[in-house]
């Protein structure tokens, strides 16, 4: 068989179709389907979704395989390691989805704070009786401090949006706590954490997930946030305590909570569906035309380079 490229959807737009056309052998079978898992031993390409994870064993039955493209930025779902070893290249999307990511964030907090659902559930019901001094009153975002896990190109974007609503952007991550962060509309400070998290009125992440951030806001870093704070993830389920972070909303502690990522997505904790005040969405942070377009281009054209270098 003259299997190269396994993928498991054909993305959005032509892209994947242009690279059939450089590269005739070419497949697209569902995630771990018979006809995948075959696949895999002749496969010297992979292309996969974020909601897709490649484990060791898949590796290890693909011989031939030079390189793994995922149509994500997120590798979180790659075994990153074992493909350093065996010298399996990784492509990922990273760049592209920056705005439609920081966009989504602020579409996120905006709808938690001013109960954007709950005002057009209300008009849609047909129950609306006219503006009233104390309807769906929601919460002011100037002049507060907005915390951002991650100090990347998706936080650094979101710091410009919330910079833009009159917020106070803050900044931690692993890169210590004295350099400053340029997010393109002015310097903000970066935080130890506990600083950050006591400081924060609205906390929002931006940090992939890795073993340096799994489980990193538990529930006692959670208690720590102000009374009333709203938490905005659009990065990846498993860096936040979701039960911990349900309790909070419960008692009234939290503000509001908005969610695309959960852990263990597409499945997720069913509690969220009675929480008040949390608004949850099913991970569109990438989910715009032009930019699964732009993912779709990038993936290709970097798998493409991928195969076409030569054996080292
Ligand atoms: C990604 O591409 O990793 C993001 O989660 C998209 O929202």
């Known amino acids: 068989m003259n299997l190269r490229i396994l993928s498991t959807s054909p993305l959005v737009g032509k892209h994947l179709a242009s690279l059939g056309e450089a590269f005739p052998e070419i497949s697209i079978a569902p995630y771990r389907s018979v006809a995948w898992t075959l696949g895999l031993q002749h496969a010297e390409a992979l292309i996969v979704l974020l909601s897709e994870p490649i484990t060791a064993d898949d590796i290890n039955r693909a011989p031939r395989l030079k390189v793994i493209g995922t149509y994500s930025v997120g590798t979180n779902h790659l075994?990153?390691?074992?493909?350093?070893?065996?010298?399996?290249?990784?492509?990922?999307?990273?760049?592209?989805?920056?705005?439609?990511?920081?966009?989504?964030?602020?579409?996120?907090?905006?709808?938690?704070?001013?109960?954007?659902?709950?005002?057009?559930?209300?008009?849609?019901?047909?129950?609306?009786?006219?503006?009233a001094p104390d309807q769906v009153l929601g919460i002011g975002l100037a002049g507060k401090t907005c915390g951002i896990?991650?100090?990347?190109?998706?936080?650094r974007a979101f710091a410009r949006r919330v910079w833009a609503l009159g917020m106070k952007p803050v900044f931690?991550?692993?890169?210590?706590?004295?350099?400053?962060?340029?997010?393109?509309?002015?310097?903000?400070?970066?935080l130890p954490l506990d600083e950050l998290?006591?400081?924060?009125?609205?906390?929002?992440l931006h940090c992939p997930l890795t073993e340096d951030t799994r489980g990193?806001?538990?529930?006692?870093?959670?208690?720590?946030?102000?009374?009333?704070?709203?938490?905005?993830?659009?990065?990846?389920?498993?860096?936040?305590?979701?039960?911990?972070?349900?309790?909070?909303?419960?008692?009234r502690v939290l503000g509001g909570v908005g969610l695309d990522v959960y852990e263990g997505e597409p499945k997720f904790n069913a509690d969220w569906l009675a929480v008040p005040n949390a608004v949850l969405l099913p991970h569109l942070g990438s989910a715009t035309v032009?930019?699964?377009?732009?993912?779709?281009?990038?993936?290709?054209?970097?798998?493409?380079?991928?195969?076409?270098?030569p054996p080292c």
């Not at 998290?197 to 929002?204: G, K, M």
Request: hydrophobic share 50%; with cysteine; net charge positive.
């Open 290 to 309: 032009e930019t699964r377009n732009a993912m779709a281009k990038m993936l290709c054209d970097g798998v493409a380079a991928a195969l076409r270098e």
């Open 172 to 190: 931690w991550d692993r890169e210590g706590k004295h350099h400053p962060v340029d997010f393109g509309a002015g310097i903000a400070r970066r």
């Open 79 to 131: 075994p990153l390691e074992l493909c350093k070893t065996r010298g399996i290249r990784v492509v990922n999307t990273a760049g592209v989805l920056t705005d439609a990511t920081a966009d989504l964030a602020l579409a996120l907090l905006l709808a938690v704070t001013r109960r954007i659902a709950e005002g057009e559930a209300l008009v849609r019901s047909g129950n609306w009786k006219g503006w």
């Open 149 to 155: 896990l991650g100090s990347g190109p998706i936080g």
């Open 216 to 251: 990193l806001l538990d529930r006692g870093h959670l208690a720590l946030l102000p009374s009333g704070a709203i938490i905005i993830n659009t990065a990846r389920g498993g860096i936040l305590d979701e039960s911990a972070m349900i309790d909070m909303l419960r008692a």
């Open 197 to 204: 998290l006591a400081a924060s009125s609205v906390l929002s």
